[in-house]
């Protein structure tokens, strides 16, 4: 009969050491602030019956002191209160410390969405509220998951104001 060496030391071992690496590796760095993220601009890709596509450019802005690497993006957009459609990249980018960066990712929307929007287009709004939810995932100068919710308007009132 064989007998084989006791480990039972270093098998309890070894997974705390995979729970702490996983751990070190996956926190935002001391100090981190959530960038803001912005949609700077929309436009059809391919419109079917039944699914529209668009590319949306997206601006990352960066207010650390630390270049930020960024592998990929998931995402909501809703306008005007209402979901519009459903959105991802896995475009790499990097947003150098205190600057911005564009990102151009795929949007698909349904055709109630599209159909609901377009009605509320046409009824003469000049505003579009828009709220961009989602994630963000960095892999410099770590690797951490930037959740994030931006919201803002769009006025599409061109006129120059009326003079007094």
């Known amino acids: 009969?064989?007998?084989?060496?006791?480990?039972?030391?270093?098998?309890?071992t070894w997974p705390m050491l995979i729970v702490a690496a996983v751990t070190a590796c996956s926190t935002m760095p001391k100090d981190f602030e959530t960038p803001k993220f912005g949609i700077a601009d929309i436009a059809p890709k391919d419109v079917a019956v039944f699914e529209q596509r668009f590319d949306v450019q997206l601006r990352i802005q960066n207010p650390n002191?630390?270049?930020?690497?960024?592998?990929?993006?998931?995402?909501?957009?809703?306008?005007?209160?209402?979901?519009?459609?459903?959105?991802?990249?896995?475009?790499?980018?990097?947003?150098?410390?205190?600057?911005?960066?564009?990102?151009?990712?795929?949007?698909?929307?349904?055709?109630?969405?599209?159909?609901?929007?377009?009605?509320?287009?046409?009824?003469?709004?000049?505003?579009?509220?828009?709220?961009?939810?989602?994630?963000?995932?960095?892999?410099a100068p770590s690797n951490f998951t930037i959740p994030f919710d931006e919201s803002g308007e769009i006025d599409f009132n061109l006129a120059p104001p009326a003079e007094k």
């Open 65 to 139: 002191n630390f270049d930020l690497g960024i592998n990929g993006i998931r995402f909501q957009i809703d306008l005007n209160e209402k979901e519009f459609g459903n959105g991802m990249s896995g475009q790499a980018v990097t947003i150098p410390r205190f600057s911005s960066e564009m990102i151009t990712a795929e949007v698909i929307t349904g055709l109630g969405g599209f159909l609901r929007q377009m009605q509320e287009m046409s009824a003469s709004a000049t505003k579009l509220r828009y709220r961009l939810k989602g994630k963000a995932f960095a892999q």
């Open 1 to 12: 009969m064989q007998r084989r060496p006791h480990c039972g030391g270093a098998t309890r």
